[in-house]
C-alpha cells in the first residue's frame, strides 16, 4: 500500500514533467492570445505595432472568408468520418473471416495510415487523379469518357477521398479490435435460430460496436479538424476547399498579419472545443452504457 511519504516522492519526481508539459502547451497559446489583441505586421515598418483590443476578433469573424471556411471544414470533417466509419466496418468484418494470407493482409489495409499526410497528397495528385497520365484518367478513357479534374471539379470530394484514404486503416484497426472482442456464442446462437445475415449484423454487431465507433468519431474530429497539408499539396486553398485552418495560415504566412491570424487560431480553439465536448458528451453516455 502507498504511504504518504511515497506518494509525495511521487509528485515531487513527476514535477518536472509536468511542469515541463504545462509549459509546452501554456507558452504558445499565451503568446498566441496577446497577439490576437495586438496589431502586428512584421513585413509593415510602417505600421506601427500596438494594442487593438478585440478588432482583430472582430475582423476576423466578419470577413467574407470565415464562415465559408468554417462550413468546409465541417464538410470535410463529416464527409471522412462518413466514409472511414462505413469502409471501416465493413473491411473489419472482412478482415475478421479466415482467408488465405490473412497477416499480410492486414497490413497493406493499415499501412497507408503511416504514410505522411504530404506525401499521401502527392501520390493522388499525382498518380490519380492527374487529369492527362493519372490513373482515373486512363479508365474513363478506357469507358469512352472524358477524364474529370477532379481538384477543379470535385475539389471537396477529392479532399474527402485523400484524407479518407489515410484515416480508414485507423477505423478499420479499432473496430476490427471491437469485433474480435465479440463473443462468437451470441452469432452461433443467432445463426441457429435461423437469424438472417442483417438481422445479426444490426441487432448483435453493430450495438457491439457502438463504443469503438463513437471513439473512432471522436480521435479523428480532433485530428482531421487541423487539416492543412492535403489542401496546400492538391489545392492551395482554390475551389472552396479553404477551411478554418488554411485561412489562418493565409492571414499570418501569406498576408503577414500576426495579430489577426492569432485570433483566427482562437477561434480555431473555441470550435474545436465546442465540438471536442459534446463528442466527449456522447462517447461518455455510451461507455455508461
Known sequence: MATQHSRSAARFMMAPAVILLLGWMLVPLVMTLWFSFRRFL?????????????????????????????????????????????????????????????????????????????????VWKNIFMDPVNGLFSHLWRAFGAEPVVWLSDAPLFSIILIVSWQWL?????IL??????????????????????LSRFFYIILPHLSRAITIVILIQTIFLLSIFAEIFVTTGGAFGTRTLT?????????SQNVGLGSAGGVYAIILANIIAIFLMRIVGKNLDA
Not at 246 to 254: A, D, H, N, S
Open 176 to 197: 476490427l479490435t471491437a469485433i474480435q472482442s465479440l463473443d462468437s456464442e451470441q452469432l452461433e446462437a443467432s445463426e441457429m435460430d435461423g437469424a438472417p445475415p
Open 42 to 122: 512584421p513585413n509593415r515598418p510602417d505600421i506601427v505595432p500596438g494594442w487593438v483590443g478585440f478588432d482583430n476578433y472582430v475582423r476576423f469573424v466578419t470577413s467574407s472568408a470565415f464562415w465559408p471556411s468554417v462550413q468546409t471544414t465541417l464538410i470535410i470533417v463529416g464527409g471522412a468520418l462518413l466514409i472511414t466509419i462505413v469502409l471501416g466496418v465493413l473491411l473489419a468484418m472482412l478482415l475478421d473471416q479466415p482467408m488465405w494470407g490473412q497477416g499480410v493482409v492486414r497490413i497493406l489495409v493499415i499501412a497507408p495510415f503511416f504514410v505522411m499526410p504530404t506525401v499521401s497528397a502527392l
Open 169 to 173: 486503416p485507423f477505423a478499420t484497426l
Open 246 to 254: 488554411y485561412l489562418i495560415f493565409q492571414r499570418v504566412l501569406e
